[in-house]
């Protein structure tokens, strides 16, 4: 077994830790599972207790496990991050981190706009917009309820698009090619519609992101983006 490790580029100590996350990934071990020991994880792998070590360390110092004294090494509670600096697609950072992404559309339509969002969009009061709410999966857990308008002069045919298949940021960033972004965020108790949708109790403390993308000279999209506070972290660099 050691022979065949070896014979990969990959490092040893590396192919077991894609081994164990790949576990967690997958849904077999889910967050409070004990996992196999060292010792154990040794005979598996027919390598030394040194190399088994330093891959459940490095994965315990990265947040993926974490060890009890005396009792063993567990699946910790597993917090998804976002990237703020950089627009990303949520479905390409969900498959980065090894796991599964699917998405459940909830609504698709136009709608006149509200003082309050046609401010935003700096058009007139009750200008015909896109509006999508959108529930996103990470291993069918839900993560991200995306409640976002859109502008048809920078997005024509959001109406016509299939949002099981594309994510709308794929869409937008296609459609209207982004020229800049504001952020703002705040913990918020999650509202009775969006607790349903994230699968939680209503009251249930939130982080939410809200942004606003432009293209072209007008703003594009306008998006408020709910996520459980207990999975959630945001991450930038600049």
């Given amino acids: 077994m050691e022979e065949q490790i070896a014979q990969d580029s ?11 996350v790949g576990e967690i990934a997958s849904g077999r071990w889910k967050e409070g599972d004990l996992v196999p020991s060292e010792q154990a994880l040794v005979r598996q792998f027919g390598v030394s207790r040194m190399t088994v070590n330093r891959a459940v360390r490095e ?50 339509r136009e709608e006149p706009s509200t003082e309050e969002l046609a401010a935003e969009f700096e058009l007139a009061s009750g200008a015909p917009l896109f509006h999508s709410i959108i529930v996103h999966f990470e291993n069918d857990v839900p993560i991200q309820v995306e409640d976002r308008w859109v502008n048809p002069a920078c997005a024509p045919h959001y109406l016509a698009q299939d949002f099981a298949t594309i994510t709308p940021n794929e869409h937008l960033m296609a459609a209207a090619p982004l020229q800049g972004a504001t952020y703002g965020i705040e913990a918020q108790p999650a509202p009775g519609e969006v607790a349903a ?8 403390p939130c982080l939410v992101l809200h942004r606003r993308t432009t293209s072209g000279g007008r703003v594009a999209s306008v998006a408020t983006m709910w996520h459980p506070g207990h999975l959630a972290r945001f991450t930038g660099s600049v």
């Fill in 10 to 20: 990959t490092p040893i100590f590396q192919r077991i830790k894609d081994y164990l």
């Fill in 59 to 108: 994965l315990t110092a990265e947040g993926a496990l974490v060890r009890r004294q005396g009792s063993g090494t567990y699946v910790a509670p597993q917090k998804y991050q976002a990237t703020l600096v950089e627009i990303r697609n949520i479905a390409d950072e969900i498959r980065a981190r090894g796991r599964a992404h699917r998405s459940q559309l909830r609504l698709l």
């Fill in 197 to 204: 949708m994230l699968g939680v109790k209503a009251g249930l």
